[in-house]
């Protein structure tokens, strides 16, 4: 993985100086709380209900065994003896004091770690594949762009303050893994061989989406660009931040997001405006050399794999020698994944054990443990996917039955990777000041109703997601089955969409009727599920299902038992 | 007048702190002024010698206007006159008129109307790189010590803090980095400056 240099390791470094003083002038009363509010977002630290909530970012999802082992022991001693990976592939530690956060930055530079740009106004970390350099459907290894966009995108100045938030997604497979269509921008990158742009483009091409987002107007992104050459991104990038700079709108923060914007002006309008902002810019020197590739390239190289031979699953299910063998056999099934090379896998450790406190968490213990994990069977590195689970991207295939004992002394090995316990959840009311309801209660109440591995693994596919909110943190517009919650005078309700997806077929799903209370979810649910698999055909999963039937069966189970219904949903919420 | 701009201006310090693309920040005297259009009637008596920073839109309807035009031409011929652009005053779209400009304004300034709206960087950033504006251009209006950088890096050489920032403090935020990792007004990014 990438190694930073000296230009990294001193920008950071100068980071946390620059910060620590910042900290010391709110603290000496000499900074308002408003002003300083930017301040801290921009590194990273929000204000919730309990306390001061820190963003780590991890880039593109990214992790050392050394990064985890830090992080590990930031949730000891700054917090309460865990951390909450997200679905933009970072870490929050929710229990945090302003007068330590200097401290933790400076424990974070030391093993080339911030929080810089995970919140606030900004460009924010940049997500990608979480399969990224190992994936068996690859085209391009998306990390050197990530990386190089990461730097390019750091302390940014003429982006600093931009209308809202700004979220870049990398993908560079056949499938899509990064939710490419509702970010701001989607990155596609592309081998392209009849491309003819010189040599330092390789073939090397990006399509350009942007426009998609999630929170209260959902919407996937247009194509605007295509076939970009590679090392033109830093000038089309900023040509395109600046048209939203400019013109985004600011007068209300439900409209400023640059979604707002394409859409009002058409996506070719759009395009157009960004594409007479490039042509001053393409051919200038912000953008992209051969030097800065081969700086960044040279750390995703690939790891020292030796030469083995590719096993079947019954060769590997036989290292199990009779124990335990279908346990075994269901974690092959579900949370294990292809890899590019012969005689390796991907792991991914399911951080959603049933009836736990919240899906994504990991204490103390797990991080050292799986941090131990990453070394002895994965280079020492690890991933943090967006449906907040770890993977271990290299392991030997002759070691997965080693590997899944270990997992399992750790409580990360359930075997539920895109299952329906498998959900995608916000922190919720339990933590976040901006959420209108508690996500995480209904996430351990939907666990608790289908903790049975049998009829989990009938069920097959689907995604569950939760927000607490309308800022959709918890991506309910792309869940399958999706859960928002809802305000209606002070009270917590939650409304069901169903037929989201994510993927090559992303989709916003549809809003079935008025919400429900908390203790109604898993019956509602429950007739849900009921009534795919009573109509489902063989092996028809269940948006297939749902795409055959429509929504009006499904709708019908939903309410079958519903008390009394509320008046109309607030969606009211804020976002930083 | 643009209705992003407070009708009352934010208040600026008395000293203006000045940082040229080749030279340290230091801190002079502020002689100019800032003034916004109230009503009608034109310039006020009390600029009738002094330095004023006038609004992009007054100087355009002024031109415009045959009558007044040539008192306004006067005073700028004095090198009295210099325009500030609101935050939403898309400058493209009056090159023309930006380019006459330069033989009469000593600078040009951008207004902030609150310190996180970040439209005039790229006022800025677009003045240096797109209009060849290369005299001064001024940060005004909610203008804090954290922005200062920023500024700096698009294309400001000239800060009139609002009045409660402490000048002390904001004449150390220039040289908090010595590493960058884009191209700014003020130098190429690090990777390139030192290859």
Known sequence: MYKYDHIDQTLVDQRVAQFRDQVARRLNGTLAEEEFRPLRLQNGLYHQRHAYMLRVAIPYGLLSSTQLRTLANISEKYDRGYGHFTTRQNIQFNWITLEDTPHILADLAKVEMHAIQTSGNCIRNITSDAFAGVAGDEYVDTRPVCELLRQWSTLHPEFAHLPRKFKFAVNGAKEDRTVLLCHDVGIELKKNKDGNHGELTNGLTADIYAGGGMGRTPILGSLIKQGLPWQLLPSYLTALLRVYNRFGRRDNLYKARIKILVKALGPEEFARQVEGEWLHLQNGDDNFTRAEWDRVAKHFTKPAYQTLPTLSNEQIIAKANGVDTVAFSRWLERNVKAHQIPGYASVILSLKPHGTVAPGDATTAQMNAIANLADQYSFGELRVTHEQNLVLADVEQAKLFELWQAAKQQQVALPNVGLLTDIIACPGGDFCSLANAKSLPIAKAIQERFDDLDYLFDLGDISLNISGCINSCGHHHVGNIGVLGVDKDGEEWYQITLGGEQGNDAAIGKVIGPSFYADEIPDVITNIINTYVAHRNEDESFIDAYGRLGVIPFKEAAYQNAKKKGKTDKTVGEDA | ?195
């Open chain 2, 1 to 195: 007048m643009s209705n992003s701009n407070p009708t009352k201006l934010i208040q600026s310090h008395a000293q203006v702190l000045l940082f040229p693309r080749e030279g340290k920040p230091f801190l002079a005297p502020n002689e100019w002024q800032v003034w916004d259009v109230q009503d009608e009637s034109g310039l006020p008596a009390e600029y009738a010698n002094s330095k004023v920073l006038v609004p992009f839109t007054w100087w355009r309807s002024q031109l415009d206007s045959r009558h007044e035009g040539s008192d306004v031409l006067t005073k700028a011929k004095k090198g009295q006159i210099g325009v500030w652009f609101a935050a939403d005053d898309d400058i493209l779209q009056h090159a023309e008129l930006i380019e006459s400009g330069k033989q009469y304004w000593p600078l040009v300034a951008a207004y902030f109307p609150l310190f996180r709206d970040g439209r005039s960087f790229s006022t800025a950033a677009l003045l240096r790189d797109r209009l060849g504006w290369s005299k001064e251009i001024r940060m005004i209006g909610d203008v804090l010590i954290d922005q200062l950088l920023q500024g700096a890096r698009v294309g400001f050489d000239s800060f009139a803090l609002r009045h409660d920032q402490n000048l002390d403090i904001a004449l150390k935020q220039f040289d908090l980095f010595t590493v960058t990792t884009q191209n700014s007004w003020r130098g190429k990014r690090s990777l390139l400056a030192i290859s």
